[in-house]
């Protein structure tokens, strides 16, 4: 049905990717990747979503960048047609399933993570990667080389009991304050800690 509305099963996984990660940027393999469908087919809907000013790009260490404009004048009814899960559960359309947020969640009892820094190309920002939770320390040494290896850079994080995150984000520590505050994507957030719009 969606697929039907939006006239390609390609620009739905597209508008699903962008609007999940409204302050991460993608390059186009990365892209391709994620949506698991054709270049060919990704760079054509791509181009239509500039067009349309749905996204905007921006060159960066040799790559080609794309994330979604939040200026858009119809990006929050987009935003929540996409990240609906009820709505798209009912969709014929098969979305990417899994991602980073999906790695993570295996970490353990992941309360929150938050994808910044790198990720979200904010060069203040402290950290790349913070979660907050009981995790398995060897597996996410793993995901970490395993994204690093992705990504193709180095990946600085931090981990917090939730006891820990809870009382420094009560004294305004000033680590904690400068992630929340930086720009970000909210990969988990099991507690509603994070209010993002």
């Given amino acids: 049905m969606i697929e039907q509305l939006f006239g390609s099963k ?3 996984k597209l508008l699903q990717l962008f609007m999940s990660n409204p302050n991460r940027a993608f390059y186009v393999r990365e892209i391709t990747r994620k949506v698991d469908e054709q270049i060919n087919s990704v760079r054509r809907e791509l181009a239509n979503l500039l067009t349309i000013g749905i996204i ?30 009820k709505a798209m559960q009912k969709s014929e359309v098969k979305l990417p399933e899994g991602g980073v ?3 993570l969640g295996e970490l353990g009892a992941v309360e929150l993570a938050i994808m910044t820094g790198r990720f979200t190309r ?3 920002a402290e950290v790349d990667l913070l979660i907050v939770g009981d ?20 990946i600085d994080y ?3 009991d939730p006891d820990e995150f809870d009382y420094r984000i009560s004294v305004k ?11 970000k994507t909210v990969a988990i957030d099991a507690k509603d800690r994070i209010r993002q719009e």
């Fill in 173 to 183: 520590d000033r680590f904690v304050s400068g992630v929340l505050d930086s720009k």
């Fill in 56 to 85: 905007s790009s921006q060159e960066s260490d040799n790559k080609l960048y794309y994330e979604v404009n939040q200026k858009y004048p119809h990006y929050k009814a987009l935003r929540s047609i996409f990240t609906n899960k």
């Fill in 158 to 160: 931090a981990v917090f």
């Fill in 101 to 103: 947020a999906g790695k």
């Fill in 10 to 12: 390609t620009r739905v």
């Fill in 122 to 124: 904010d060069n203040g």
């Fill in 135 to 154: 995790v398995n320390r060897t597996r996410l040494a793993k995901l970490v080389d395993e994204l690093q290896r992705e990504e193709g850079h180095e």
